[in-house]
């Protein structure tokens, strides 16, 4: 079993800064890559960032300049600092940790920024 558990999430207005924030448990022996990644009312799931295991970043270029992802010393957290905030940000967000191959999910946080 692995456990993705979330916090960070909120209300924030335009412009201002949240910080996701995601801890994997469990079975994580073959943790690789971690993201993000969200949806909008009506949308499709979206990636908004990953980091793999060895430091390499990718980033939507919608939040690329904005966004930051990074990885604790355990690897096992990934983080998503979030700048400069936007309207067209507000979704629920969603981590992502593949082991070996199959890909798990967190519950999901809202974001919502208020113009």
């Known amino acids: 079993q692995v456990q993705l558990v979330e916090s960070g999430g909120g209300l924030v207005q335009a412009g201002g800064s949240l910080r996701l924030s995601c801890a994997a448990s469990g079975s994580i022996l073959r943790l690789n890559a971690m993201g993000w990644y969200r949806q909008a009312p009506g949308k499709q799931r979206e990636l908004v960032a990953v980091i793999t295991t060895g430091g390499s970043t990718n980033y939507a270029d919608s939040v690329k300049g904005r966004f930051t992802i990074s990885r604790g010393n355990a690897k096992n957290t990934v983080y998503l600092q979030m700048n400069s905030l936007k309207p067209e940000d507000t979704a629920v967000y969603y981590c992502?940790?593949?082991?070996?191959?199959?890909?798990?999910w967190g519950q999901g946080t809202q974001v919502t920024v208020s113009s």
């Open positions: 992502n940790a593949m082991i070996w191959t199959t890909a798990y």
